[in-house]
């Protein structure tokens, strides 16, 4: 799979109705059908800061990820809402889901 984790810093005055703000973006990208997660999540430390956690099955699904409708839409409507341009890691990891961290294992569970 392709595993995708990005960074966003918002603008201030739009940070706490940036989840609105992505809200088209989000829920037509987690309609693909390569698409495996698309989760965002606020920094504790910094309220301004996203961080998208996504993956999607294939390069081939990745590939249909950025040549869609809605991420060239995206690709216009998010960037005036943004601080600076968001950081990214991008890999290609042996798997097709989470693994269980085996060093913080709840009892009864594997």
Not at 34 to 51: I, M, N
């Amino acid at each position: 799979m392709i595993f995708i984790t990005a960074k966003f810093r918002v603008r201030p005055e739009d940070a706490d109705r940036w989840p609105e703000i992505a809200a088209d973006f989000t829920r037509e990208t987690r309609a693909e059908p390569g698409c495996l997660w698309f989760d965002w999540s606020r920094s504790v430390d910094d309220p301004t800061e996203y961080v998208l956690v996504e993956a999607f099955r294939d390069d081939e699904a990745g590939a249909r990820h950025v040549q869609s409708a809605h991420f060239k839409a995206a690709q216009q409507t998010l960037p005036p809402h943004l601080v600076e341009t968001p950081r990214i890691v991008n890999v290609s990891v042996p798997q097709d889901d989470w693994s269980f961290l085996g060093e913080m294992a709840v009892p009864g569970q594997q």
